[in-house]
């Protein structure tokens, strides 16, 4: 059964980057799509993109400019880079399992503890 | 994108009653919708796959139903640790979209 432990800096200042890492425990590495998504103080959730084994990502346009992800797939650990953070990016961040299966599965089934990243000056 | 649109934004209901949330795709979705429970402080769980596939581990009190743009999650009898904030989201298309939430209170 995989597990999804992430982390990375709280608290950040406008204009830095936030940096978070997910490291993955048990399964397989190429079998899922690798995902981050976030969810705003009060607010709903926020699909951020997803990554492959391979590297190859899809972003959400609404933050593509900022965004980038990575993986290492020799540790089992995949990224997330937002660059140019400001208040509005407040939020709990999490990582996540994309999987594909069967009966129209298409679904984040997995999920890290969750990081609380704050923007303040 | 395609808007997720989830109804009633909150309810209030007494533990054993049968709740019913309602979320509508701006766009045919084909069966591609997924149901989440998301509780403060935990990461939303996966209940319900597929409109109605249930996941494993997961009570069938739990049962989605639904297809195309109209999907129901329905709670048949409402338990304490069902009281919670439940999303919808689609996954026909990227980006992956979720509904703004339902929660459900404690009448």
């Known amino acids: 059964q995989v597990q999804l432990q992430q982390w990375g800096a709280g608290l950040l200042k406008p204009s830095e980057t936030l940096s978070l890492t997910c490291a993955v425990y048990?399964?397989?590495?190429?079998?899922?799509?690798w995902s981050w998504i976030r969810q705003p103080p009060g607010k709903g959730l926020e699909w951020i993109g997803e990554?492959?084994?391979?590297?190859?990502?899809t972003y959400n346009p609404s933050l593509k400019s900022r965004v980038t992800m990575s993986v290492d797939t020799s540790k089992k650990q995949f990224s997330l880079n937002l660059s140019s953070v400001t208040a509005a990016d407040t939020a709990v961040y999490y990582c996540?399992?994309?999987?594909?299966?069967?009966?129209?599965?298409?679904?984040?089934?997995?999920w890290g503890q969750g990081t609380m990243v704050t923007v303040s000056s | 994108d395609i808007q997720m649109t989830q109804s009633p934004s909150s309810l209030s209901a007494s533990v054993g009653d049968r709740v019913t949330i309602t979320c509508r795709a701006s766009?045919?979705?084909?069966?591609?919708l997924n149901w989440y429970q998301k509780k403060p402080g935990k990461a939303p769980k996966l209940l319900i796959y597929?409109?109605?596939s249930l996941q494993r581990g997961v009570p069938s009190r739990f049962s989605g139903r639904g297809s195309g743009t109209d999907f129901t999650l329905t709670i048949s009898s409402l338990q304490p640790e069902d009281f919670a904030t439940y999303y919808c989201?689609?996954?026909?298309?990227?980006?992956?979209?979720f509904g703004q939430g339902t929660k459900v209170e404690i009448k």
């Open positions: 996540a399992t994309l999987t594909y299966g069967d009966y129209d599965m298409v679904a984040f089934d997995i």
């Open positions: 990554i492959l084994h391979t590297g190859s990502t």
């Open positions: 989201q689609q996954s026909y298309s990227s980006p992956w979209t």
């Open positions: 597929g409109a109605s």
């Open positions: 766009q045919t979705i084909s069966s591609y």
């Open positions: 048990g399964g397989s590495f190429s079998d899922y799509y």
